[in-house]
């Protein structure tokens, strides 16, 4: 059993953000990304709405490419940058795999809808983790066109639907090192 805790904890203390630019192009089979997904689908569940949908891009520059022109369709000319048009453009250059991450709302209108989100965040975590186990490179991003309602028309989302990110997934070379700017004993109230 302490096998399994210092297994699944150094796994969770060795998960990493590692931005795009990072990666260095080399392709994950398509078998490894399905066995991600397989455990995003273990994730916790309310009412068992598994609220999770993914949509999976084994050629990242189709995203990349779309998020870029949703970027500029939908920035007015006066705040339109060149600059972050082209880092939206060239995001998926070393990346292998991009996921979206959507909620699709349940039929359960008792669940509200923060826990089916926090169901899909849960799935992400799941994904990050057998991602790290398996030594890649993950990023999960919410910047840009992610969050904006151009983003949920191009996945032709419901309205009650979010986007809660999405996954850039490769390898890296190098990986950061690991901190916590606040004490845990800050951050925890025991109470006896």
Not at 70 to 89: C, I, M, R, S
Not at 100 to 119: C, N, S
Not at 127 to 143: E, R, V, Y
Request: proline letters at 5%; one cysteine or more.
């Amino acid at each position: 059993m302490f096998d399994t805790f210092s297994t699944i904890s150094t796994i969770i203390k060795n998960r990493r953000t590692i931005k795009p630019f990072m990666m260095n192009g080399n392709k994950i089979p398509d078998e490894q990304i399905t066995e991600l997904l397989e455990l995003a689908d273990w994730a916790p569940t309310h009412g068992l709405t598994e609220p999770w949908r993914f949509t999976v891009y084994a050629d990242p520059s189709q995203f990349c490419h779309k998020h870029a022109e949703l970027y500029k369709q939908n920035t007015p000319a006066a705040e339109f940058t060149q600059g972050v048009y082209d880092n939206f453009y060239n995001q998926g250059n070393k990346v292998s795999h991009v996921i979206i991450a959507v909620m699709r709302r349940g039929d359960l209108p008792k669940i509200p809808a923060f826990e089916e989100i926090a169901a899909v965040s849960a799935a992400i975590q799941n994904i990050l983790l057998g991602a790290t186990a398996l030594n890649m490179a993950s990023f999960w991003s919410t910047g840009g066109m992610i969050l904006k309602p151009a983003m949920k028309a191009f996945l032709n989302l419901r309205g009650e639907d979010e986007v809660i990110g999405v996954l850039y997934l490769g390898y890296a070379d190098e990986r950061p090192q690991g901190v916590r700017q606040v004490a845990l004993t800050d951050k925890v109230k025991w109470v006896k």
